[in-house]
């Protein structure tokens, strides 16, 4: 049996957030379950495709409307991962620096009418066809609807969402863009008045998955006015949680951290990357280190720390360092803190991917005060390191962190996204610390939780079985 996903990111190739991460992971872990596993995704020109060479194995043209526009489908010469990837190349749309931007709506449906159209002329049609987030979710329709798709009506077709905040919605002008339908059937695509891919996908798709079994739940209360959908489909939904990639991200072998340790060396482990993140950044090494990584924006509760930050700065007792980019505003008060509080806190505005890694390793805890929180990898990746996180109870983060007062908890957890629940969280973690014996016996404990994908792969090889 095998499976095709379809996705805009997959890590190493390109990655914006952790949809790079699940995509680049599950086909992994699915393919060492005796599962064939491979993905598609747009070919960039980024750092990933300018270092390597690849193979055209089918060259067209595609549709959008009346515009022709050429592609390829590429494949790497010499393979590098473990699964097979191919990169749909549309020169003219797909091949620039960055993964999303403000065209994305022609960008993305000629990356899934290619992705189709190559499709058709295989020998053989995949068993299941995953696809993941709104930029893939006109697919099921495509699938179900399109004139030219009809081969494909039987091919049971998933569509995850990782993220119900963004649904791709364009104006009903630009339907023409869809290869050819049946019209009497144009409301599948409608939600609110626009074109809806997502809300297209959770009606056409033979199943839908969220990245956890709680953000299912909250998506039928809340899901940016998908929420009766939702509710009204509830019968094909279901949640399953992510995994991490225990190859990529593994203190023991992790080329980017200066000290390398597992759960029996954790402490000096720990203590060697922190003593360099601190001479790096410089940090007090003494105190406690909190660290947060991600997208500056409101699902994240970022907006609140620079009034959390100083509150804890005020204090004395904290270090923290904060790497992230996103909302401007933000960006210029977490930037200017850095003036006022030189030796306890840091910022490098951007993204880096080896800078997270090494602050995974060094950091003592993680924040995470997010509103919204799908799954959350970040506080599987704090685990792994032997980081204690410290996150708001929603999504994900509920489903995978119990707190210290709490039988078997290993984590900080609290209730609303206040700046005095981030301050009192941080509090809370600096107590913690103090007990230097708790704190270094929890660091082992929750480097030894199990989040790798081997059973959620597993889950979702289940998935396309019940189908
Ligand atoms: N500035 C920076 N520099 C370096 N690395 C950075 C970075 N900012 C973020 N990252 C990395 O990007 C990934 C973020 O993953 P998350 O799952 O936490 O969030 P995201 O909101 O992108 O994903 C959405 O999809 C995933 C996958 O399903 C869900 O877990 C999540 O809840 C949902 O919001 C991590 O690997 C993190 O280390």
């Not at 399953?240 to 023991?252: A, K, M, Q, R, Y």
Request: aromatic letters at 12%; a negative charge; proline letters at 4%.
């Amino acid at each position: 049996m095998n499976v095709t996903h379809i996705s805009a990111e997959c890590y190493p190739v390109a990655k914006v957030g952790g949809l790079a991460d699940v995509v680049g992971a599950l086909p992994k872990y699915q393919n060492s379950a005796s599962f064939s596993s491979q993905v598609i995704m747009p070919f960039y020109d980024n750092k990933f495709t300018k270092a390597n060479t690849f193979n055209t194995v089918y060259e067209s043209q595609l549709n959008l409307a009346d515009t022709s526009y050429p592609f390829k489908i590429l494949t790497l010469k010499e393979p590098l991962l473990d699964f097979d990837i191919f990169f749909v190349d549309v020169p003219e749309l797909l091949f620039k620096e960055y993964v999303y931007s403000n065209d994305d709506t022609e960008r993305f449906l000629a990356f899934q009418i290619a992705t189709l159209d190559w499709m058709l002329t295989w020998d053989a049609y995949p068993d299941y066809i995953h696809c993941h987030d709104h930029h893939t979710g006109l697919i099921p329709f495509m699938l179900q609807e399109s004139f030219k798709y009809e081969a494909f009506r039987k091919i049971p077709n998933i569509l995850t969402i990782h993220n119900a905040q963004y649904q791709g919605w364009f104006s009903h002008k630009k339907v023409n863009l869809i290869p050819p339908f049946n019209f009497e059937n144009v409301g599948f695509l409608d939600w609110g008045g626009s074109v809806n891919p997502l809300a297209a996908a959770i009606k056409c798709a033979w199943r839908i998955t969220t990245v956890s079994p709680s953000y299912m739940e909250e998506l039928k209360l809340s899901a940016n006015g998908l929420e009766n959908l939702l509710n009204h489909e509830s019968a094909k939904c279901s949640g399953i949680l992510n995994g991490i990639d225990w190859n990529v991200w593994d203190p023991e072998t992790d080329n980017y951290l200066v000290s390398n340790y597992n759960t029996k060396t954790v402490v000096s482990g720990k203590k060697a990357n922190k003593k360099h993140l601190c001479d790096t950044f410089n940090l007090d090494v003494k105190k406690p280190l909190f660290a947060f990584i991600g997208r500056l924006v409101g699902e994240k509760g970022s907006d609140l720390f620079p009034e959390a930050f100083k509150d804890i700065l005020e204090k004395g007792d904290a270090s923290i360092l904060l790497l992230g980019s996103g909302h401007d505003d933000t960006e210029i008060q977490l930037e200017a803190l850095k003036n006022d509080y030189k030796g306890t806190y840091n910022a490098f505005i951007g993204y880096d991917e080896s800078l997270s890694h090494v602050i995974y390793a060094g950091a003592d805890f993680l924040l995470m005060p997010s509103r919204v929180e799908p799954c959350g990898l970040n506080q599987m990746y704090a685990l792994r390191y032997g980081t204690i996180p410290i996150v708001r109870r929603i999504g994900g983060l509920k489903d995978t962190v119990i707190d210290i007062s709490e039988k078997n908890g290993f984590g900080i957890c609290h209730k609303d996204v206040t700046v005095s629940d981030i301050t009192n969280a941080i509090d809370r973690g600096t107590s913690l610390y103090e007990n230097n014996t708790t704190y270094k016996k929890l660091s082992k404990q929750v480097m030894g939780i199990d989040h790798s994908w081997n059973a959620s792969a597993k889950e979702y090889i289940k998935l396309y079985k019940s189908i």
